[in-house]
């Protein structure tokens, strides 16, 4: 830390004649200046060494050397064990017998004792005094509070020799024993002060006389019996001593009793008792009290009569030397007499620190308690501030219903702390358990008049308010709240007055309460509709189905496909879980919007499959019964018809149109069935159901639905099975004619009968074909188990070598069952394997996301494919830019090339030819050389883009071969559609090089460096306005450049030709401006300019002319140039001539001031604006000092006016040349 010292002339005279009154008085005349030497003016601080080791040299006038100040009060901390305590009671922590020891010890040796219980119930004492004093009181705690060591010793009879008087040790124990002894003395409990002695001095005495231990019972327990222990003389000295005194006061000692106000009894009795041990030590008389919960006031004083007298007279004197007395104060006023944080109380209160003041909630009254004078002095204050208070402040209560009194409140507190600050008052408002309706105000008088008149008014707006009830559905509550409730506290601002409830989101209620004022509550209701318009607008939804193979395309990769349909539709589209069975795309926003989001997401399906889309008329009557029970009736035409989509339009709209989505064949034979259905309903409608367990059902229905389907050939009727989501699962029903439905019910009868009918049967089956219906966890069994109404089929064990397979369940069942069995064996013993060779690295890419295409491949051609494991070592040479080997490299089939296909032949080779069509083919795309880096773009954007886009690996060319080819490698299709896309990029890459040789034209000016500034503008703005308006760039020259005129124009031709006609005529501008010169007093331009230039930009922007100050240091420092059109500037220079003249009256003034009010310098004569000289008129020489170390050959003398030299205190460095815009910023 360092300061500075500011010295003048004045203050030096005073310190030198302070310091050396000897040296000037007669060696300088008084009419002559003395100047001091530099360590005389500047005495230099002490060194770190003794004072004696710089000899030579005069004693530094700062004084000697400080020496350190050792503290005199030293801290010692020692810990006690639990094991090692003497008093282990913990129940009364500080108030047992270690408590009173330490207290013993502290008033024998004067130390400070603090004793604090640790976690381990150790005791942890920390004793602080002086050094003398802490070691006198540690020792006697490891005395008094430590467990002294002992030690006993069991003897037996022939450890004790009779007949020899030698010591034996084992025999201390007894003889310690034998000495001790214990003395108990019932004496009237009246006496033991006496026995005690004042402070217990006495009995501490005789303790240490007698070498025994007395214990005398406290004054609060009523025990008469003493107890002495110690050795025995010890015991029988201290017994002795003890009746002694005993006797010779109930001998001496007579009592009496005198009545005092039970509340004055505490002072009587002290703090801790010492008020009575101080009467028994100064007069030796023992005052006994009576119990504190005794209504009892006599108070019996017994000692020797002739020292009755002055002990009752210092009992009267205690206990009046404590008054308490009680000041009247309205209850209101209590907390502005404590004052706010206690501060007109706290300054009684450290007046008069020995007066306890006490106030009481709810009562009109203040307690004051303490010596009688300074009650006295309280009570004159309080009474004094109450009387203030009773002037200066007021109080009235109104009654408001209790209903308003959180409006009152307001949001936060907000209205009330508004009324609160701005009158300056206290406003207390009941809670609404005390159910009261008076508010109370508290303050300045006119504040309070003006609270309540606005409280009034508040309560009469409430009473007009009005509340309208808004019916909003609670789907829409979160969204109007919105996000931390952002959106309903714009709606609060916008309409302050309007206090908007929603109702708890578990009341299921769709009523949104408004009030307030009539008006505003209409307004706000208004807002809030058209909110609620919008949002019903935008919450329309239509579900799209969409097949579930496709929903992957319509994410696209990345998401790129669904996000950007949604930012450019502005909708919300959601998909079904991947888990989930629907097919159905959910679309939700406006209508339009979410019927142009519905138009592309089907386009994306037609484009990727053979998708039909036709319409069917029928009619609208009929719809309800085509879509059967929960929909019934149309899913089993969508299920039998491969899954298309059929659409019935929404019920009440009328409409006839019924639209069938799917591939074109199926929707065919959809429509058709449809129009049977249709035409059964109009013809005869007749339902039957039947019940048939759920395992049965497939068994039913047949492999692809054969055996429904004769059943359904046969009759005419339509069968309809419940679907996994169905309640009812046991539950057929059959559609139709009647005497259709009658006979496809009793065929369908029979077939479950015969369900019902169990049997068990068996077959042989090679043992080498048992492995195949076990493997995989018995997945065979399981499938024909499903499919064939939950027959059992038991192989026997492994490695019993039977061949006897048992079938367990209905007998038709059983029997489809062991025809299946034989189709599998024949199929696993006309089973071969068949090997395609594709090169490894397209073996990922046939088997698709998680082996999608390879799953679809193995149960569309019952076959096995196995690939080959993937050999790093063999993989294709380097890749190329864009991560894919050279297309042109010639295949030569390896090992883990070979990919195995097992089954029958004929399956082999239709799943060989699926493969096959799988593998990647590569085509070559024309595409100039120029346009490749386009392509790839930045950091390889532009080809991930298309890779990912078209699910193709595209490969250009190193940079080197400048080739013209960009291979496209993927599936067939892909290709294709990559192919086009990359025709289309490079269609767009060759418009937009057109588009850059056509904005290449450019145009070089030559224009003044003169006007640059002026074209370019404040921070750009001119130039930045020109550019955008003519969508053109503009150069202006570097600083280094040789043609520092040339101004270069670029973009398309006609913007460039007008930009440059702008800056022509700009230029045109500003060579009709002049320049002229007008010299203004330096001090005045300052003030010109303004704080940070505001005021002079506002003048310059008054008068559209430029003002140029000129720099710190200039030649002319009173010259000012002012640009811009002649009458402009000669408008604004007689403005500033004017602002000039205007400003110097107040510079004079000031200086003029400022040289009255210097001090009158002893050295300089006397005059206020006068130098040293007065005869010569020049300025100060300021302070002279004599063999300074700026005298010295080389230095400098510092410059006395520098403010960096001589800074300022609490101000930093301030440069050396200052600009009256102020300091630069870098």
Same mark, same amino acid.
């Given at each position: 830390?360092?300061?500075?010292?500011?010295?003048?002339?004045?203050?030096f005279?005073?310190h030198?004649s302070?310091?050396?009154?000897?040296?000037?008085?007669?060696?300088?005349?008084?009419?002559?200046?003395?100047?001091?030497?530099?360590?005389?003016?500047?005495?230099p601080l002490?060194e770190?060494?003794?004072?004696?080791e710089?000899?030579?040299e005069?004693?530094?006038?700062?004084?000697?050397?400080?020496?350190?100040?050792?503290?005199?009060?030293?801290?010692?901390?020692?810990?006690?064990?639990?094991?090692e305590?003497?008093?282990?009671?913990?129940?009364?922590?500080?108030?047992?017998?270690?408590?009173k020891?330490?207290?013993?010890?502290?008033?024998?040796?004067?130390?400070?004792?603090?004793?604090?219980?640790?976690?381990?119930?150790?005791?942890?004492?920390?004793?602080t005094?002086?050094?003398?004093?802490?070691?006198?009181?540690?020792k006697?705690?490891?005395?008094r509070?430590?467990?002294?060591?002992?030690?006993?010793?069991?003897?037996?009879?022939d450890?004790f020799?009779?007949?020899?008087?030698?010591?034996?040790?084992?025999?201390?124990h007894?003889?310690l024993?034998?000495?001790?002894?214990?003395?108990?003395?019932?004496?009237e409990k009246?006496f033991?002060p006496?026995?005690?002695g004042?402070?217990?001095?006495?009995v501490?005495?005789?303790?240490?006389?007698?070498?025994?231990?007395i214990?005398i019972?406290?004054?609060?327990?009523?025990?008469?019996?003493?107890?002495?222990?110690?050795?025995?003389?010890?015991v029988?000295?201290?017994?002795?001593r003890?009746?002694?005194?005993?006797e010779?006061?109930?001998?001496?000692?007579?009592?009496?009793?005198?009545?005092?106000?039970?509340?004055?009894?505490?002072?009587?009795?002290g703090?801790?008792?010492?008020?009575?041990?101080?009467?028994?030590?100064?007069t030796?008389?023992?005052?006994?009290?009576?119990?504190?919960?005794?209504?009892?006031?006599?108070?019996?004083?017994r000692g020797?009569p002739?020292?009755l007298?002055?002990?009752?007279?210092?009992?009267?004197?205690?206990?009046?030397?404590?008054?308490?007395?009680?000041?009247?104060?309205?209850?209101?006023?209590?907390?502005?007499?404590?004052?706010?944080?206690?501060?007109?109380?706290?300054?009684?209160?450290?007046?008069?620190?020995?007066v306890?003041?006490?106030?009481?909630?709810?009562?009109?009254?203040?307690?004051?308690?303490?010596?009688?004078?300074e009650?006295?002095?309280?009570q004159?204050?309080?009474q004094?501030?109450?009387?203030?208070?009773?002037v200066?402040?007021?109080?009235?209560e109104?009654?408001?219903?209790?209903?308003?009194?959180?409006?009152?409140?307001?949001k936060?507190g907000?209205?009330?702390?508004?009324?609160?600050?701005?009158?300056?008052?206290?406003?207390?408002?009941?809670?609404?358990?005390e159910?009261?309706?008076?508010?109370?105000?508290?303050?300045?008088p006119?504040g309070?008049?003006?609270?309540?008149?606005?409280?009034?008014?508040?309560?009469?707006?409430?009473?007009?308010?009005?509340?309208?009830?808004?019916?909003?559905?609670?789907?829409?509550?979160r969204?109007?709240?919105?996000?931390?409730?952002?959106?309903?506290?714009?709606?609060r601002?916008?309409?302050?007055?309007?206090?908007?409830? =929603? +109702?708890?989101?578990?009341?299921? /209620? &769709?009523? !949104?309460?408004?009030r $307030? *004022?009539?008006n #505003?509550? %209409? @307004?706000?209701?208004?807002?809030?509709?058209?909110?609620?318009?919008e949002?019903?607008?935008?919450?329309?939804?239509?579900s799209?189905?969409?097949?579930?193979?496709f929903?992957?395309?319509?994410?696209?990769?990345g998401?790129?496909?669904?996000?950007k349909?949604r930012?450019?539709?502005?909708?919300?589209i959601?998909l079904?879980?991947?888990?989930?069975?629907?097919?159905?795309?959910v679309?939700?926003?406006?209508?339009?919007?979410?019927?142009?989001?519905?138009?592309?997401?089907?386009?994306?399906?037609?484009?990727?499959?053979?998708?039909?889309?036709?319409?069917?008329a029928?009619?609208?009557?009929?719809?309800?019964s085509?879509?059967g029970s929960?929909?019934?009736?149309?899913?089993?035409?969508?299920?039998?018809c491969?899954?298309?989509?059929?659409? =019935? +339009?929404?019920?009440?709209?009328? /409409? &006839?149109? !019924?639209?069938i989505? $799917? *591939?074109?064949? #199926?929707v %065919? @034979?959809?429509?058709?069935?449809?129009?049977?259905?249709?035409?059964?309903?109009?013809v005869?409608?007749?339902?039957?159901?039947l019940?048939?367990?759920?395992?049965?059902?497939?068994f039913?229905?047949?492999?692809?639905?054969?055996?429904?389907r004769r059943?359904?050939?046969?009759?005419?009727?339509?069968i309809?099975?419940?679907?996994?989501?169905?309640?009812?699962?046991e539950?057929?029903?059959i559609?139709?004619?009647?005497?259709?439905?009658?006979?496809?019910q009793k065929?369908?009868?029979?077939?479950?009968?015969n369900?019902?009918?169990?049997?068990?049967?068996?077959?042989?089956?090679?043992v080498?074909?048992h492995?195949?219906?076990v493997?995989?966890?018995g997945?065979?069994?399981?499938?024909?188990?499903?499919?064939?109404?939950?027959?059992?089929?038991?192989?026997p064990?492994?490695?019993?070598n039977?061949?006897?397979?048992?079938?367990?369940?209905?007998?038709?069942?059983?029997?489809?069952?062991?025809?299946?069995?034989q189709?599998?064996?024949?199929?696993?013993e006309?089973?071969?394997?068949?090997?395609?060779?594709?090169p490894?690295?397209?073996?990922?890419?046939?088997?698709?996301?998680?082996?999608?295409?390879?799953?679809?491949?193995t149960?569309?051609?019952?076959?096995?494919?196995?690939?080959?494991?993937?050999?790093?070592?063999?993989?294709?040479?380097?890749p190329?830019?864009?991560?894919?080997?050279?297309?042109?490299?010639?295949?030569?089939?390896?090992?883990?090339?070979?990919?195995?296909?097992?089954?029958?032949?004929?399956?082999?080779?239709?799943?060989?030819?699926?493969?096959l069509?799988l593998?990647?083919?590569?085509?070559?795309?024309?595409?100039?050389?120029?346009?490749?880096?386009?392509?790839?773009?930045?950091?390889?954007?532009?080809?991930?883009?298309?890779?990912?886009?078209?699910?193709v690996?595209?490969w250009?060319?190193?940079?080197?071969?400048?080739?013209?080819?960009i291979?496209?490698?993927?599936?067939a299709?892909?290709?294709?559609?990559?192919?086009?896309?990359?025709?289309?990029?490079?269609k767009?890459?060759?418009?937009?090089?057109?588009?850059r040789?056509?904005?290449?034209?450019k145009?070089?000016?030559?224009v003044?460096?003169k006007?640059?500034p002026?074209?370019?503008g404040?921070?750009?703005?001119?130039?930045?306005?020109?550019?955008?308006?003519?969508?053109?760039?503009?150069?202006?020259?570097?600083k280094?450049?040789?043609?520092?005129?040339?101004?270069?124009?670029?973009?398309?031709?006609r913007?460039?030709?007008?930009?440059?006609?702008?800056?022509?005529?700009?230029?045109?501008?500003?060579?009709?401006?002049?320049?002229?010169?007008?010299h203004?007093?330096?001090?005045?331009?300052?003030?010109?300019?303004?704080?940070?230039?505001?005021?002079?930009?506002?003048?310059?922007?008054?008068?559209?002319?430029?003002?140029?100050?000129?720099?710190p240091?200039?030649?002319?420092?009173?010259?000012?140039?002012?640009t811009g059109l002649?009458?402009t500037?000669?408008?604004?220079?007689?403005?500033?001539?004017?602002?000039?003249?205007?400003?110097?009256l107040?510079?004079?003034?000031?200086?003029?001031?400022?040289?009255?009010?210097?001090?009158?310098?002893?050295?300089?004569?006397?005059?206020?604006?006068?130098?040293l000289?007065?005869?010569?008129?020049?300025?100060?020489?300021?302070?002279?000092?004599?063999?300074?170390?700026?005298?010295?050959?080389?230095?400098?003398?510092?410059?006395?006016?520098?403010?960096?030299?001589?800074?300022t205190?609490?101000?930093?460095?301030?440069?050396?040349?200052?600009?009256?815009?102020?300091?630069?910023?870098?």
């Amino acid at each position: 830390m360092s300061s500075v010292a500011v010295l003048t002339p004045e203050s030096f005279a005073e310190h030198r004649s302070g310091l050396k009154d000897q040296e000037i008085t007669g060696c300088v005349p008084e009419d002559e200046a003395y100047i001091p030497t530099y360590l005389e003016a500047f005495p230099p601080l002490p060194e770190k060494g003794a004072p004696g080791e710089k000899t030579g040299e005069p004693a530094s006038a700062w004084g000697s050397k400080i020496r350190p100040i050792k503290a005199s009060v030293i801290t010692q901390v020692f810990h006690v064990p639990l094991e090692e305590r003497r008093y282990k009671d913990n129940s009364q922590f500080g108030e047992g017998e270690e408590a009173k020891v330490c207290l013993d010890i502290m008033q024998r040796t004067g130390a400070h004792i603090e004793l604090s219980l640790a976690k381990d119930q150790g005791l942890s004492i920390m004793v602080t005094g002086k050094l003398d004093s802490v070691m006198k009181a540690r020792k006697e705690i490891v005395a008094r509070l430590q467990t002294q060591v002992s030690q006993s010793y069991h003897l037996r009879p022939d450890c004790f020799n009779f007949n020899s008087r030698k010591f034996n040790p084992d025999s201390t124990h007894l003889a310690l024993q034998d000495k001790r002894a214990v003395e108990r003395l019932s004496l009237e409990k009246a006496f033991h002060p006496f026995i005690a002695g004042a402070h217990n001095r006495l009995v501490q005495e005789l303790s240490q006389e007698t070498g025994a231990r007395i214990s005398i019972p406290p004054p609060s327990l009523p025990k008469d019996e003493i107890v002495i222990t110690g050795e025995k003389e010890a015991v029988a000295l201290a017994v002795n001593r003890i009746r002694a005194i005993y006797e010779d006061k109930k001998r001496k000692t007579t009592t009496i009793s005198v009545e005092v106000k039970k509340s004055q009894h505490k002072y009587i009795i002290g703090p801790k008792g010492n008020t009575l041990q101080e009467i028994l030590e100064a007069t030796g008389v023992s005052v006994e009290m009576p119990p504190l919960d005794s209504a009892s006031e006599t108070i019996i004083l017994r000692g020797e009569p002739d020292k009755l007298g002055p002990a009752l007279t210092q009992v009267y004197a205690k206990a009046k030397s404590v008054m308490v007395m009680e000041v009247s104060a309205p209850a209101w006023l209590h907390r502005f007499i404590i004052g706010k944080k206690g501060q007109n109380i706290g300054r009684i209160t450290q007046q008069l620190p020995r007066v306890h003041i006490e106030f009481t909630d709810g009562e009109e009254r203040i307690s004051l308690e303490g010596p009688t004078e300074e009650v006295e002095q309280a009570q004159a204050q309080i009474q004094e501030i109450i009387k203030d208070l009773l002037v200066r402040m007021d109080y009235t209560e109104v009654s408001i219903d209790q209903r308003f009194h959180r409006h009152l409140i307001g949001k936060n507190g907000a209205n009330i702390n508004r009324i609160k600050e701005q009158y300056k008052v206290s406003v207390r408002i009941p809670q609404d358990s005390e159910r009261s309706n008076l508010v109370r105000i508290e303050g300045d008088p006119k504040g309070v008049q003006m609270a309540r008149r606005e409280l009034i008014e508040m309560v009469q707006r409430m009473e007009n308010e009005r509340t309208k009830d808004l019916i909003v559905e609670q789907k829409f509550h979160r969204t109007i709240i919105g996000q931390k409730g952002e959106k309903i506290k714009e709606v609060r601002d916008k309409f302050p007055e309007v206090i908007i409830t =929603f +109702p708890d989101p578990s009341q299921k /209620s &769709d009523i !949104v309460q408004l009030r $307030g *004022p009539k008006n #505003e509550v %209409e @307004k706000c209701a208004k807002f809030l509709q058209k909110i609620i318009a919008e949002l019903i607008e935008n919450s329309f939804s239509l579900s799209v189905p969409i097949f579930k193979q496709f929903h992957k395309n319509i994410i696209g990769k990345g998401g790129a496909n669904i996000k950007k349909i949604r930012e450019e539709t502005n909708t919300k589209i959601d998909l079904p879980t991947e888990n989930s069975n629907s097919e159905m795309i959910v679309i939700t926003g406006k209508k339009s919007n979410c019927e142009a989001a519905r138009d592309r997401v089907l386009a994306i399906q037609r484009d990727l499959a053979n998708i039909k889309e036709t319409e069917v008329a029928i009619p609208a009557r009929l719809h309800n019964s085509l879509i059967g029970s929960k929909g019934c009736l149309v899913r089993s035409i969508m299920e039998d018809c491969g899954g298309v989509h059929i659409h =019935f +339009p929404s019920e009440g709209s009328g /409409s &006839d149109k !019924v639209t069938i989505r $799917g *591939p074109a064949g #199926e929707v %065919e @034979k959809a429509r058709k069935q449809l129009l049977q259905l249709a035409e059964e309903k109009q013809v005869n409608n007749f339902t039957a159901d039947l019940q048939a367990k759920p395992e049965y059902h497939k068994f039913l229905i047949g492999r692809g639905g054969a055996n429904i389907r004769r059943v359904r050939d046969r009759t005419g009727a339509r069968i309809i099975f419940p679907s996994p989501d169905d309640t009812e699962q046991e539950l057929i029903t059959i559609v139709g004619k009647e005497e259709a439905v009658r006979q496809a019910q009793k065929e369908l009868e029979i077939l479950v009968k015969n369900l019902d009918d169990v049997v068990e049967d068996s077959m042989e089956v090679e043992v080498r074909h048992h492995r195949h219906f076990v493997c995989r966890r018995g997945q065979v069994l399981r499938e024909l188990a499903e499919e064939y109404g939950g027959v059992a089929v038991s192989f026997p064990r492994t490695g019993s070598n039977s061949q006897r397979v048992t079938l367990k369940g209905a007998k038709d069942c059983v029997e489809a069952v062991k025809k299946r069995i034989q189709e599998i064996i024949e199929d696993l013993e006309s089973q071969v394997s068949v090997e395609v060779a594709i090169p490894q690295r397209h073996h990922r890419a046939i088997m698709g996301p998680k082996g999608s295409r390879i799953q679809h491949i193995t149960r569309e051609h019952e076959v096995q494919i196995k690939f080959p494991e993937r050999d790093e070592g063999a993989a294709d040479a380097s890749p190329q830019e864009n991560g894919d080997v050279s297309p042109e490299a010639e295949f030569v089939p390896r090992k883990c090339d070979i990919i195995t296909i097992s089954g029958r032949a004929e399956k082999c080779e239709l799943a060989k030819a699926a493969l096959l069509a799988l593998v990647p083919i590569t085509e070559d795309v024309e595409v100039s050389y120029d346009l490749h880096r386009y392509i790839i773009g930045q950091k390889g954007s532009g080809i991930r883009k298309l890779m990912e886009e078209y699910e193709v690996n595209i490969w250009v060319p190193q940079p080197e071969k400048q080739l013209d080819v960009i291979k496209v490698t993927g599936l067939a299709a892909n290709v294709e559609r990559a192919k086009l896309g990359l025709l289309e990029r490079v269609k767009e890459l060759q418009a937009e090089q057109e588009d850059r040789a056509l904005r290449s034209f450019k145009v070089t000016m030559c224009v003044d460096p003169k006007f640059h500034p002026k074209i370019i503008g404040r921070k750009g703005a001119v130039i930045s306005q020109i550019r955008k308006d003519h969508d053109v760039s503009i150069q202006f020259p570097d600083k280094g450049d040789e043609q520092q005129d040339l101004i270069v124009v670029s973009g398309y031709e006609r913007n460039v030709e007008e930009a440059r006609l702008a800056i022509q005529l700009l230029v045109s501008e500003l060579q009709e401006m002049v320049s002229q010169d007008v010299h203004l007093d330096p001090r005045t331009h300052a003030r010109i300019i303004g704080a940070r230039g505001k005021a002079i930009r506002k003048l310059m922007e008054e008068f559209k002319v430029d003002i140029r100050f000129p720099q710190p240091g200039s030649d002319e420092p009173d010259k000012v140039t002012v640009t811009g059109l002649p009458d402009t500037v000669d408008a604004a220079i007689d403005h500033l001539l004017n602002l000039e003249e205007e400003y110097l009256l107040s510079v004079t003034e000031t200086e003029t001031l400022a040289a009255y009010m210097k001090p009158p310098s002893r050295y300089g004569g006397g005059g206020g604006a006068g130098g040293l000289d007065d005869s010569s008129g020049g300025p100060a020489k300021g302070f002279v000092v004599r063999d300074a170390p700026w005298n010295a050959a080389g230095n400098k003398a510092p410059d006395m006016s520098s403010a960096e030299d001589f800074p300022t205190f609490g101000s930093g460095v301030a440069p050396k040349q200052t600009s009256a815009w102020g300091p630069k910023k870098f």
